[in-house]
């Protein structure tokens, strides 16, 4: 079946480098992306998300790209801090109108200091 | 502002015995509550969503139920417990009818079967 995926699972940065995690949808028919933070313990939290005409959206310090042509999304983290160590996760409409959301397996993201 | 609240945070309970987990939405009307499951060190698995009232769909078949008795007002529960229901347990809502319907989470329950 038609899922969302990440192309890697973990991901180490330092400390005020960019980072740039990945997804990759399958579902053509999506039209909504979000990407989620999760902490250890905690709930995932909404970071951002985009509308399928958007290519590109801008959140602070958090960007999302969107390549439909390759069915593509990534989130760029600018000057990366330790407390944006996390599980990272893509998550896309299942299509229709029922407002579920398909969420990817999550890519692990640790700042060194 | 709309808040979630879900409770208890952490649970321990054996083999057989039976679960209730409870979530409540604040803030909004007529959302639409899900409940998720997380196993270690993985991803979000759908278990139960609900659009009204007493209108509840079940993702995978399992050992658990759902039940909406409130608007705003979502219910995980159990008969008799199994080793593999331990997890990280999730509500979430959003709205219908809005271009960014994102789920809103809560902060989870921790459920160790023993």
């Known amino acids: 079946g038609e899922s969302v995926g990440l192309h890697l699972p973990t991901l180490s940065v330092q400390e005020g480098d960019n980072s740039i995690i990945n997804c990759a949808y399958s579902?053509?028919?999506?039209?909504?992306f979000i990407w989620y933070k999760q902490e250890s313990g905690k709930g995932p939290q909404f970071i951002i998300d985009?509308?399928?005409?958007?290519d590109k959206r801008q959140g602070q310090r958090v960007t999302v790209l969107l390549n439909k042509t390759v069915k593509h999304l990534s989130l760029q983290i600018a000057a990366t801090q330790p407390g944006d160590s996390a599980v990272y996760f893509c998550?896309?409409?299942?299509?229709?109108?029922?407002?579920?959301?398909?969420f990817g397996k999550g890519t692990l993201l640790t700042v060194n200091p | 502002s709309q808040t979630i609240h879900q409770w208890p945070a952490t649970l321990v309970q054996p083999v057989g015995s039976p679960l209730s987990l409870e979530c409540t939405v604040e803030?909004?009307?007529?959302?639409?509550l899900y409940w998720y499951r997380q196993a270690a060190g993985r991803g979000l698995q759908l278990l139960f969503y609900?659009?009204?009232?007493?209108?509840i769909s079940s993702e995978v078949p399992q050992n658990l139920s759902a039940s909406r008795p409130q608007d705003r007002q979502f219910i995980l529960s159990s008969k008799k417990l199994l080793l593999s229901d331990s997890g990280f347990y999730l509500c979430?809502?959003?709205?219908?009818?809005?271009?960014?319907?994102?789920?809103?989470f809560g902060s989870g329950t921790r459920l160790t079967v023993v």
């Open positions: 803030g909004t009307s007529n959302p639409n």
């Open positions: 979430a809502w959003n709205l219908r009818g809005r271009w960014n319907y994102g789920y809103t």
């Open positions: 998550a896309e409409n299942s299509g229709g109108s029922n407002y579920k959301l398909t």
């Open positions: 985009i509308r399928s005409n958007m």
């Open positions: 609900s659009v009204g009232i007493g209108q």
């Open positions: 579902n053509s028919a999506s039209d909504y």
